[in-house]
């Protein structure tokens, strides 16, 4: 009798619950009936325009109704996505505990259980943050979604704002995958593209076929399994060979993806920006894009690096603003989408010896200072030495001008510079220019021994094409809802980090590395791309065994690439070359039509330019070779003048 009693009770108690839970359901939907409906019209829309304002891509440029949506496609995304779509309220609890069940069993989460509502919540949003408020935020816009949408109005703008590798929306996709209409998509074309949703980087077609072949196989699966075609249909349609038959406006927007990767990340980064679409009715976000810029660098990368193998980054950036102009992140984005110029850090070698030699200046050196240039340990305490090497192992086996030295990139006279000058001074003069990485105090930090990101790299190189001015790089000029209500603007706030006069002489003597004179025993660094300059620069290029680096500039325009493996592959002399060669053909076709009086420097009042002997340092004869190069006026060379070798600890090699 016991046993019956507590059994009604517990009865009586789950069935409360259970009540009380279906009472908070309804009063849930009940209340997000009761709000005002969502504007999702044109939501999730993003518009880029360039420089000049014209549009160059959208998220949402061409939505479709779903009755111009191909019906194989919108099976194969009901299918695959949620197969019971038409039947739940926005959330399907079966397939949420099922999902549980498998995820807690394997201690890996295997199986997702999000409806087609529910991703559409979450595409209102910027980001993807995995928090709770967020969690909670996707949850209750997928209610109100579900309370004031049919089915159809919900699966529609689903299909026209997710993202298929880059591409946003179905008919933006078909056409740039097939070159087609989304209501002309085959069974075989509409199997593939259901399939690039999950995971853009893996399953997109141009990235990894063999992956994207095996999603689709999935797709067809479970069309056959949820009854929309037959097995015969989707054997055929998974042998159908596809032909990806891009529109000419997709090879403009490859040509950006990287650049448009890059504008988004920004974007999410400015705090004032509303987290929600939905607030906003999309976004206008006018860029730095400059397509000009932006051709220069994509067709001498084309025409240049000839090795296929090999991995890409460039940037093309206004110095004097901060403005990134052009960019690319690898040599084709639908094979790698990860962003070489933004999120890698590589070895930058000698160019860093810029920043090296502006310390130097900054604390008495002149173009004429010298250094003995041979075979060299340098000694330490703890009976600890270091024995660097110069490039080909080319040495003068004598005292070296700092000019002379920056031709020939010398390893030996940077790292007696920087011993000369103290552990501090480099890092402090990269720290004034932004680069704020954590260096080490080891004398191979000269030589560039250090992963630095390209984009600051960038910075700093700026800081001293603009004569002495720490810039920000950014993309994002000014950002608006759809009703053009200015939501940020970017606000440059330059600050005064280096000396003119000494950025003006580093400036010149940045020209050596190409300048003819210096040819003796060795060459120029930059002089094999010397016959295609018809401007001034200031170059200089680096190279470690696994990367290759040229940053130059002018006070109009500065531009850094580089090239290498992903997996350090040793690089050879000749993607040097053509690293160096894509550089110039940049340079060159950007800045044609200008002439060196408006893109060079005006020499300071302060400053004073005489004719050296490049190697010596030594005032010119007759009899010498000759340079002009620059000095504060009452530091001109003169013959008292002595090598500083006696200061640095050091033990000559013997042959």
Sequence with gaps: MMKKKKSKKWLFIIIGIIFFFVIIYFGIYLYARMQPKLPITGANGYHLYDINGDTYTASSEESVSLKDISKHLINATISIEDKNFYKHQGFDFLRILKAMFVNIKSGETLQGASTITQQYARNLFLDFDKTWDRKIKEAW????????????????????????????????ASKYYFNKSAKDLTLAEASMLAGIPKNPSRYSPLIDEESAKSRQKIILNSMVKNGYITESQADSAYNT???????????????????????????????????????????????????????????????????????????????????????????????????????????????????????????????STTFTSEKTTFSFSGNKTYTPKNYNDEYANGPISLAAAISYSDNIYAVKTHLFLGDDALPDILNRVGIDEKLNNLPSLALGAVEINMMDMMGAYSALANEGYKVEPYFISKVTDMDGNVLYEYKPNPENVLNKNTVYILNELLTTTYAAEFKDYNVPTCLSIAPKMTHKYAIKSGTTNTDNLIFGYNKDLVVGMWTGYDDNKDVSSKDSSNLKNAWVDIMESYLEGKTDEETWYETPSNVVGVAIDPISGKAATDSSKAKVLYYIKGTEPTENKSSLDEAIPTVKVEE
Excluded: C, W
Aim: no cysteine; hydrophobic share 35%.
């Design 241 to 367: 060979k596809l032909n990806y038959e891009r529109s000419e406006d997709s090879d403009n927007l490859k040509m950006i993806m990287y650049y448009q990767d890059a504008v988004m990340d920004e974007l999410k980064s400015i705090k004032t920006i509303p987290s929600s679409f939905l607030e906003t009715g999309g976004l206008k976000i006018y860029t730095n894009l400059d397509m000009k810029a932006q051709k220069a660098l994509e067709d001498s990368a084309n025409k240049n690096i000839t090795n296929a193998d090999i991995q890409m980054a460039g940037i093309v950036m206004d110095p004097q603003t901060g403005k990134v102009l052009a960019l690319s992140g690898g040599r084709d984005y639908n094979k790698s989408q990860y962003n070489r110029a933004t999120m890698a850090k590589r070895q930058v070698g000698s160019t860093i010896k810029p920043f090296l030699y502006y310390s130097a200046l900054e604390n008495g050196f002149t173009p």
């Design 141 to 172: 816009i997928t209610i109100r979604l579900e309370t004031h949408y049919s089915k159809d109005d919900i699966l529609e703008g689903y299909l026209n704002t997710i993202n298929y590798g880059g591409i946003f929306g179905i008919e933006n």
